[in-house]
Structure formats: structure tokens, C-alpha cells
């Protein structure tokens, strides 16, 4: 368990609302929203951590990587239900490009994580500043993947 028993019962219920809302989402058809389930699940990791107070975890670049594939895997879902028939090994390509994505997140956030515990600055602020700089630019390499990716 990561967190406290109230922290894991709110979790809970706010990854059930997470994953309605991308449901609903997917079904509607509204590639603007496709982004808000996955920053709950975000918040409720975070909360956890917070609650958990653990310097360091492990498992956030894996974790990080997890939230880039799914939200390019629901695109990928958005795009598929235009049904315009692509050239052949398009699929192929584009699970490349989707795989390649994720592996460069944990990367990257594998990297920043390395950094952190080089540095091991303490405070809140200097930790919620250094989580604020990891999130925008994971936010920062998937931005700039959609707009050069296979589908973009």
C-alpha cells in the first residue's frame, strides 16, 4: 500500500471517475477531454506520494511512461473511428511510434529522477517545483509528438 487507508479510498473512487470519464470520452468523441482522466490518475499517484512522504519512487518513470502510451493509445482510438483506411503497416508504424514514445518518457523521466536524487534538495518547494519541471516536460515531449507523429 502506498498511502494512507483514507488517501487509498479517495484514490479509489477517483480512478473510477477517471476511468468513466475516458469511456465517455472515447464514446463521445472529444479528443480535447481525452487528456483530463489521465491527470486524475496523475493527481491521485501524486496525493499518494505526498501522503506516503517516500523521498524518492522507483516506479514513477515506469508510471510515467504508462500515462504517455495510454493517452496516445486513446488517440489512436479517436483516430481509428474516422475509419479512413491507411497505406499498409501504418498500424505497424504507428505501434512503433507509440512504443518508441513511451520507452522515451521512461527515459526521460528515468533521467530527471536520477537527477533529483543527485541533487537531493530538500523542502516542499523545491520538490513541488522539480515535480511541476518533470510533468511540463513530459507535457512538452507529447505535445511535440502529436504534432509530428504518424497520425499528425
Given at each position: 500500500?502506498?498511502?494512507?487507508?483514507g488517501v487509498e479510498h479517495a484514490g479509489l473512487r477517483v480512478a473510477a471517475v477517471a476511468v468513466v470519464g475516458l469511456v465517455v470520452v472515447l464514446a463521445v468523441g472529444v479528443p480535447g477531454l481525452v487528456p483530463v482522466?489521465?491527470?486524475l490518475v496523475g493527481?491521485?499517484?501524486?496525493?499518494?506520494?505526498?501522503a506516503d512522504d517516500a523521498p524518492l519512487d522507483a516506479a514513477a518513470p515506469a508510471f510515467a511512461a504508462g500515462l504517455v502510451v495510454g493517452v496516445e493509445l486513446a488517440y489512436w482510438s479517436l483516430d481509428e473511428r474516422d475509419g479512413a483506411k491507411g497505406e499498409p503497416g501504418d498500424d505497424?508504424?504507428?505501434s512503433a511510434y507509440v512504443a518508441g514514445l513511451g520507452l522515451a518518457a521512461l527515459l526521460v523521466a528515468a533521467v530527471v529522477l536520477a537527477l533529483v536524487d543527485a541533487v537531493r534538495?530538500?523542502?516542499?518547494?523545491?520538490?513541488?517545483?522539480g515535480a511541476a519541471a518533470a510533468s511540463l516536460?513530459?507535457?512538452a515531449v507529447v505535445l511535440f509528438a502529436r504534432g509530428r507523429g504518424p497520425a499528425g
Open positions: 500500500m502506498r498511502a494512507g487507508h482522466p489521465f491527470l493527481g491521485i499517484y501524486a496525493a499518494q506520494l505526498v505497424l508504424r504507428r534538495a530538500r523542502g516542499l518547494g523545491v520538490d513541488v517545483a516536460a513530459l507535457l
